[in-house]
């Protein structure tokens, strides 16, 4: 609860925020609030570990963030790292990026897992800032926010799936109407939003994109323990 408060206080002294970006829907859901809240987004952070050449969180290519971000019309920063260095990277570029851009925090998209919430305000605090998360809720309370972003007028469609949660099928989907009753219907074993990895999107529209992200999908590549649909951009 002192974590809370803190959070809050701090933000309405510096209304300027770094937004931590995966490009997907969590991330699209924490930038409508931020906005609506009255706070600047300074620029959309993204890390890029080098032994893979792709995004962090959902392993997609750099060119498709950069497109969301020209898109929105707000910069994108990658963050370089190794596995090994990870936290450290982060915590080092972002109080780089912290003075540099002038932001006071930097706004995580999590919705419920406390050990994501105590890395992220870990390395704020080692940067100088504060940790905020706009869209914290109970786990009971994710098909509602599935919901909420169904109806918000964003667009969105899933790019990778976890092979233990979903089939293939999957990919490529729209999260629309359909996509919500029928991943309602699966029940407790699968998280309406995917907060346990068992989907990730791509935002490529919405009431905050100056114009959509125009492209194609491509082909499906078996990953490890993930597939995931490869975006073309036109």
Known sequence: MRIAVRERAIGMVNKKVALSWSGGKDSCMTMDKLVRDGYEIACLLTTVPKEIGRTFGHGERAEAIRAQAEALGIPALFIACTFDTYTADYEA????????????????G??????HR???????AAA????????????????AAL???VESGYRAIVIRT?????????????????FYEDI??????????????EY???????????RPVRFSKGAVLQLETTKRLEIILA
């Open 118 to 124: 105590d890395w992220g305000t870990g390395v704020a």
């Open 128 to 143: 100088g800032i504060e940790a905020l998360y706009p869209l914290w809720m109970r786990p009971d309370g994710t098909l």
């Open 184 to 197: 309602a219907a699966l029940g407790p074993a699968v998280c309406p939003m995917g907060e346990g990895g």
């Open 93 to 108: 570029r972002l109080k780089e990026l912290a003075s540099e851009f002038g932001f006071g925090a930097i706004a995580f």
């Open 110 to 115: 999590d919705l419920f897992m406390p050990e």
């Open 200 to 210: 990730h999107t791509f935002v490529y529209d919405g009431s905050l994109f100056r």
């Open 147 to 149: 919901r909420t972003f």
């Open 162 to 178: 976890s092979d233990k949660a979903l089939s293939e099928r999957w990919l490529g989907r729209e999260l629309d109407e359909s």
